[in-house]
């Protein structure tokens, strides 16, 4: 069973940094796409940033140049590194594990809160 599990969220004020941490069980980071997604109150669920099996990156236009998202197949987790925070950035943060081959092969975890103080 494939488990995702959040970590690394928190209450920081603006201009600070976060390091979110996200472990995969079950699943290989190797062969799939992970992505980062964010909710906040009111608003709909959307990708902040996400790495293919390959390496390549892909940013939301609002995180470009201050957030960052790596993995370590060796450990299969992955991170997303959140500099020069804004309070605009406070939602709750997912990580999706997808297959680019199997379409039900997609799995998110349970979120972890990041809340930025002006």
């Known amino acids: 069973q494939v488990q995702l599990v959040e970590s690394g969220g928190g209450l920081v004020q603006a201009g600070g940094s976060l390091r979110l941490s996200c472990a995969v069980s079950?699943?290989?980071?190797?062969?799939?796409?992970m992505g980062w997604y964010r909710q906040a109150p009111g608003k709909q669920r959307e990708l902040v940033a996400s790495?293919?099996?390959?390496?390549?990156?892909n940013y939301a236009d609002s995180v470009k140049g201050r957030f960052t998202i790596s993995s370590d197949n060796a450990k299969n987790t992955v991170y997303l590194q959140l500099n020069s925070l804004k309070p605009e950035d406070t939602a709750v943060y997912y990580c999706?594990?997808?297959?680019?081959?199997?379409?039900?092969?997609?799995?998110w975890g349970q979120g972890t809160q990041v809340t930025v103080s002006s």
């Open positions: 790495i293919s099996s390959g390496g390549s990156t």
């Open positions: 079950g699943g290989f980071l190797s062969r799939n796409t």
């Open positions: 999706r594990l997808q297959s680019p081959m199997l379409p039900n092969y997609d799995y």
